[in-house]
């Protein structure tokens, strides 16, 4: 099967600050990278997500990098806040149909 | 409103016993998917669906059953239960072509 891994398994940072969570994936074949957030009790829901012919993509407060010369993916928040501490999810796509995710990235936010 | 919905969203049953656990989204959406999560283990893809009648195997399809009858519908079939099947389980949808999956609330599976 696929290998999605990240760099670290938690993260702590102070309100206010920017995160960056880290994503190494092992397809170079994958053709979409997408990033879920997972609150605690509830189901991933979808932040934000590249295509393999880009190396960045921006949204609300998040932007997303892609190298795929080292096959690794990150995701930055801005001005990170409370409402964001949560795990975070990269997952790959390496055929139409289906989804490989990494194990997680804790995210605490610390008032 | 726009949801998928799961049930039951916990359950404990024993060894052996057949169970189904049901998926519906109301999007009209093409894709459907079940994934299974696991402590230091992530989501992992057990089948998928990209239409009524048609259903793939993802990474872990072994002792997981599905149908899509209906284009709503995506139910997880266990026809015998083992404890290694005990996890949280989530079903997904979007539409075809499109990744952004909405997922369901999740349901917790306990196989004594």
Request: contains cysteine; aromatic residues 12%.
């Amino acid at each position: 099967g696929e290998s999605v891994g990240l760099h670290l398994p938690t993260l702590s940072v102070q309100e206010g600050d920017n995160s960056i969570i880290n994503c190494a994936y092992s397809n170079s074949a994958s053709d979409y990278f997408i990033w879920y957030k997972q609150e605690s009790g509830k189901g991933p829901q979808f932040i934000i997500d590249i295509r393999s012919n880009m190396d960045k993509r921006q949204g609300q407060r998040v932007t997303v990098l892609l190298n795929k010369t080292v096959k690794h993916l990150s995701l930055q928040i801005a001005a990170t806040q409370p409402g964001d501490s949560a795990v975070y999810f990269c997952a790959e796509n390496p055929t139409g149909n289906q989804f490989y995710f990494g194990t997680g990235t804790s995210l605490t936010v610390i008032p | 409103e726009a949801q998928v919905t799961q049930n039951p969203r916990y359950l404990i049953t024993v060894t052996g016993k057949k169970l189904t656990v049901t998926c519906s989204q109301n999007m009209n959406h093409e894709y459907m998917s079940w994934y299974r999560q696991d402590p230091g283990l992530g989501l992992r893809q057990i089948y998928y669906s990209m239409n009524v009648e048609v259903t793939d195997k993802g990474d872990v399809p072994e002792g997981y059953k599905v149908s899509r009858k209906e284009k709503r519908n995506f139910p997880l079939i266990l026809e015998s239960p083992s404890p290694n099947q005990t996890s949280l389980y989530f079903c997904a949808s979007s539409y075809a072509g499109d990744y952004e999956q909405y997922f369901g609330p999740g349901t917790r599976l306990t196989v004594t």
